[in-house]
């Protein structure tokens, strides 16, 4: 069987053959990089595509189908509408700040792909700190957004900052809870660590109830994390107009707009990495020989005999698990967002510090002592 | 004890009134063939569906014979709220010398009509309706001023009223 590892191996030694060892690092580097952006932005293209369909049809409409078979251009034209409005600055707003907050918070998320481990030993940054380094660069994104409605000059964009702010900050409690739930039952915060000790089984099957009650909590806060609605506060449109980008245009919408879809795809690589075994195949913990059966389909036992020419196709299968996961968890969001009305400013809060933390908190004891007895698979 | 009791059953209700809706949605997302009402206006011309009860123009309703129900009473223009409606009567004698009130022209004046069914409301004889029609526009103006009764149509004869024969 071919690996991922192989391949970066092989181009490793072909650019080095050739090149100054500095030389290689920073071509790898550019390499690796854009081919991580690559794969996110057309992530992000499916994503707002998906988003307008699942909206029109959860809203008794078509959704976009006018332009292209069934709309599937409508974004590449809603783009170049965006490539060609003027970036208009308010005259009183900070011109240096109001510049750079979209860019800012597009490069905080970006941030956050790099310890996402994709496949088998494909990884941008293989730390043992991975999760740690997510959890800490996804509350920065905070900043970009206080940014832009502070140096806007307009009371609806601070007013949406703040709100943004007072948020995020009190849901990482939340999420950083449900991830601690599974990094304690995993043992490591390296990505790849916690996908492999899913081969037996994904944690939201081997944890018993509490790895669901945590998975749950999760989806629910990194919505919140992510400003989406039922959560999207720092948007409210009936309110604010649309919150902290109240007077971005053109492309610096864009990619506010680029940012929001980003966040969610960070948010479910990581929901799928800590409870839905990555790219980890589906595996059924029973010791029944359909089981094994169904097991060794999925890890696809049948391909080793076949000749290493077929075999490369084996490489895309566990990127298929990762992506098809990622966009389920994508569709929760979606589903969410298009079903619930939004929650006033204090039901946020109070969701998140009467129901959701103190949940959380005893969801962590009884995870605790799951280990501590050794009940978990 | 009985608050962290009421404290987890909110927990669940709230998780089953959200499983609710959600199912809901869920059902509408993958029947999209049962579910969407938008119409696909300009492709479906041919095959249009129309609710009955939308509210497109006036018209005075004509029988087979071409009679209509107008006693020329002016109520409906008295109800307008915006004079789009004109009732134009004038004096005819009938055979046994009497003279009476008749409707003349019934003059619509489309393009001020919002729509209001006030009309309808305070017509006492049912004489007028509103039907579904649509597309109303047009390029010339006076093409939406419209005279709603049909030549040679004449006030319908009141079916008569047999005298309670006294016994």
């Known amino acids: 069987m071919i690996q991922f590892s192989d391949v970066t191996t092989w181009i490793h030694q072909l650019l080095s053959s050739c090149m100054a060892p500095w030389l290689v690092f920073l071509i790898e580097l550019v390499v690796a990089a854009v081919a991580a952006v690559v794969a996110l932005l057309v992530c992000v293209i499916i994503m707002v595509y998906m988003e307008r369909k699942v909206a029109g049809h959860m809203q008794l409409r078509h959704g976009p189908n006018r332009v292209g078979w069934h709309g599937l251009c409508q974004l590449f034209a809603d783009i170049i509408k965006l490539l060609l409005k003027e970036s208009f600055t308010p005259t009183r707003a900070d011109k240096l700040l109001f510049t750079v907050a979209p860019v800012l918070s597009l490069c905080v998320s970006l941030l956050a792909l790099a310890p996402i481990s994709w496949g088998p030993g494909l990884v941008l940054w293989n730390t043992n700190i991975g999760v740690l380094f997510v959890t800490a660069i996804s509350s920065m994104g905070v900043i970009g957004i206080l940014m832009a409605g502070w140096s806007s000059n307009n009371k609806y964009a601070l007013l949406g900052a703040m709100r943004s702010g007072a948020q995020i900050v009190s849901y990482e409690l939340s999420a950083g809870l449900s991830i601690v739930t599974i990094v304690a039952l995993a043992g490591t915060l390296n990505t790849g660590g916690i996908i492999e000790s899913q081969a037996n089984g994904w944690w939201v099957l081997k944890g018993h109830l509490p790895a669901i009650f945590a998975f749950i909590i999760y989806i629910i806060a990194s919505t919140a994390e992510c400003n989406r609605a039922p959560f999207d506060l720092a948007e409210a449109e009936s309110e604010l107009t649309a919150g902290y980008h109240t007077e971005y245009s053109g492309m610096q919408f864009g990619i506010f707009y680029l940012n929001e879809y980003i966040n969610m795809g960070v948010v479910a690589m990581i929901a799928s990495t800590l409870f839905l075994g990555g790219w980890q195949p589906f595996y059924l913990p029973f010791d029944f020989p359909l089981a094994h059966a169904f097991n060794d389909i999925m890890a696809l036992k049948f391909m080793e005999t076949w000749p290493a020419w077929i075999s490369w196709v084996s490489l895309a299968w566990p990127l298929v698990w990762f992506f098809g996961k990622l966009f389920l968890i994508i569709f929760f969001m979606m589903w969410f967002r298009w079903t619930f009305p939004r929650l006033r400013i204090d039901q946020l809060l109070k969701l998140e510090w009467k129901y959701l933390l103190p949940l959380s908190i005893v969801n962590l004891v009884i995870v605790a002592l799951f280990i501590v007895l050794g009940l978990h698979f | ?167």
């Open chain 2, 1 to 167: 004890m009985k608050a962290l009791y009421n404290y987890l059953k909110e927990v669940a209700f709230a998780f089953v009134s959200l499983a609710n809706g959600l199912l809901l949605t869920l059902k509408y997302f993958v029947t999209p063939w049962k579910s969407i009402i938008t119409e696909n206006y300009p492709d479906n011309r041919d095959h249009p569906s129309v609710a009955d009860e939308f509210a497109g123009e006036v018209i005075l309703i004509h029988d087979e014979n071409n009679e209509h129900k107008c006693t020329a009473c002016t109520l409906c223009q008295m109800a307008c709220p915006n004079n789009s409606i004109q009732i134009i009567s004038k004096q005819v004698e009938t055979e046994d010398g009497k003279k009476k009130k008749v409707l003349d022209q019934w003059v619509y004046h489309l393009e001020m009509c919002t729509f209001c069914k006030q009309c309808i409301d305070a017509c006492p004889q049912d004489a007028i309706k509103m039907i579904n029609s649509y597309e109303l526009s047009c390029f010339d103006r006076s093409t939406l001023t419209k005279v709603l009764n049909r030549p040679g149509s004449k006030l319908k004869e009141k079916a008569k009223v047999t005298p309670k024969v006294q016994e």
